[in-house]
């Protein structure tokens, strides 16, 4: 069975750093793109990174741009999500997600995407 495995989640202060790492398990990683989401207490889960299956292409809500960088290694079969400047709105579960059908985009609608994680949690305390 197809699994994504977020790790490197926690308890940060406000203005902090904490990089998250998506694993796979009978899924080629290296070729898909790779999508983070995130879902706060009370609301919908939003998109917040994607690259593409080469790192060519990526793609950030507004909300986090400039302050999140999406990686990936595919050597490794790894994607990170490396978020610095933290805010306590960023605070949530994080979910890593591939989508197998597009790898040449950093799709954004969490529709498209194939396979999902059980999701990790971060809290950024003010």
């Known amino acids: 069975q197809v699994q994504l495995v977020e790790s490197g989640g926690g308890l940060v202060q406000a203005g902090g750093s904490l990089r998250l790492s998506c694993a796979a398990s009978l899924l080629t990683l290296r070729t898909y793109t790779v999508g983070w989401f995130r879902q706060a207490p009370g609301k919908e889960r939003e998109f917040v990174a994607a690259i593409n299956w080469n790192g060519g292409k990526t793609e950030y809500s507004d909300s986090v741009k400039g302050r999140f960088t999406i990686s990936r290694e595919n050597a490794e079969q790894m994607a990170y999500l490396q978020m610095s400047s933290l805010k306590s709105e960023d605070t949530g579960i994080y979910y890593c997600?591939?989508?197998?059908?597009?790898?040449?985009?950093?799709?954004?609608?969490?529709?498209?995407?194939?396979?999902w994680g059980q999701g990790i949690q971060v809290t950024v305390s003010a």
């Open positions: 997600a591939a989508d197998i059908h597009r790898p040449w985009m950093a799709e954004v609608s969490m529709d498209n995407y194939d396979y």
